[in-house]
């Protein structure tokens, strides 16, 4: 199923959501295994039930109830709650965002509407939720020569030729449609496409790989090997013929130049023994610095806990001044 939504001030969300990771609290869930095959490590059964002695497990109610708490745990996951406090520390990062100002002007003016007009229960149906304002979530975005580039969460890309008016797929052949990032390599215009969906969600899939398409979308290969189950968070270029992915499993490099070339692993801190779904080196972000030809590149690692104070030890900003050959942490 594809699904677009249109968003507004992207960046408050995002410092929104950091601000909320340091506020989740509350105890792992017990009896959890020690790995889970799903995008992001989330456990999607909760393990503390509020089963009262005299439920019928097998009953109506008792059913809506647990599926109400999977809903909820993995939205809080690894925690129980979230603090209040975190809520308002993020208001306060958000307020702190730099503003900048400009006009704004609706040009998807098509009617849309996710609700199932037939379809109506008390709990579970889409009925005065909101869903007919909104339609799916989007991951990133890429512009180039006039045309705008969306990455749908799963639903592929959809390129805009009229500035946002209309939208056309451009990925639906792959046979993963699970987008994470986006970028134009400067050098040559083509448009790289990183699969694997980096959000924290019940719904959020991997993805195989990084697709380049030189001829606008219509057409998309597989550069290096594929990436089996990765999530890529973003994708970068030196200036320099060479292009950095983050990814969930490490910072990967390869040249640009040569399509043949597979993706190296340049930053992998944790070493993670034990397979933890929390300690397998999420690198978040990867910029690389202006007028350095190159060689300085800082990388963020940063994911939320497990179980151990350890989970999160390697979590912080890690620098190369050799382009990206050995990396510092830097905090």
Same mark, same amino acid.
């Given at each position: ?128 939720? *909101? %869903?007919? $304002? ?6 990133? #975005?890429?512009? &180039? ?5 969306? !990455? +749908? ?70 550069? *290096? %090997?594929? $990436? ?6 973003? #994708?970068?270029? &030196? ?5 950095? !992915? +983050? ?85």
């Amino acid at each position: 199923m594809r699904r677009i939504q249109r968003t507004g001030l992207h960046t408050l969300i995002a410092g929104s959501a950091i601000a909320l990771v340091a506020g989740v609290s509350g105890p792992a869930l017990a009896g959890a295994p020690s790995s889970h095959p799903g995008p992001a490590g989330l456990l999607p059964a909760i393990r503390h039930s509020t089963i009262q002695p005299n439920d019928n497990p097998g009953g109506e109610g008792q059913n809506i109830l647990n599926s109400a708490q999977q809903f909820a745990a993995v939205r809080t996951a690894p925690g129980t709650t979230v603090s209040a406090n975190a809520f308002a520390a993020a208001a306060a990062a958000g307020n702190r965002l730099p503003q900048v100002s400009g006009n704004w002007q609706e040009v998807t003016t098509q009617v849309y509407n996710q609700d199932a007009v037939n379809y109506r229960d008390p709990f579970w149906s889409n009925s005065s939720g *909101g %869903n007919g $304002l909104v339609s799916g979530r989007m991951t990133a #975005l890429a512009v &180039d020569q006039g045309a705008i580039y969306a !990455a +749908a969460a799963a639903g592929g890309i959809w390129k805009s030729t009229d500035s946002g008016g209309h939208w056309t797929p451009v990925f639906d052949p792959q046979n993963d449609l699970s987008m994470g990032a986006l970028a134009v390599n400067p050098a040559d215009h083509s448009i790289w496409a990183g699969t694997g969906e980096p959000n924290t969600s019940q719904d959020s899939y991997g993805g195989d790989g990084v697709f380049r398409s030189a001829d606008g979308g219509k057409t998309w290969q597989l550069v *290096g %090997n594929a $990436l089996s189950n990765y999530l890529i968070y973003r #994708l970068t270029f &030196d200036g320099h013929g060479n292009v950095y !992915a +983050a990814t969930s499993q490490g910072l990967l490099k390869r040249s640009a130049l040569d399509l043949k070339a597979d993706w190296t692993t340049v930053l992998k801190p944790d070493p993670n023994p034990a397979n933890s779904p929390y300690r397998t080196s999420f690198i978040t972000d990867v910029q690389v610095k202006p007028g350095t030809n190159g060689q300085d590149v800082i990388a963020a690692l940063g994911w939320r806990g497990g179980t151990l104070p350890t989970d999160t030890q390697f979590n912080g900003f890690y620098e190369s001044t050799d382009g990206g050959n050995t990396f510092t942490e830097v905090t």
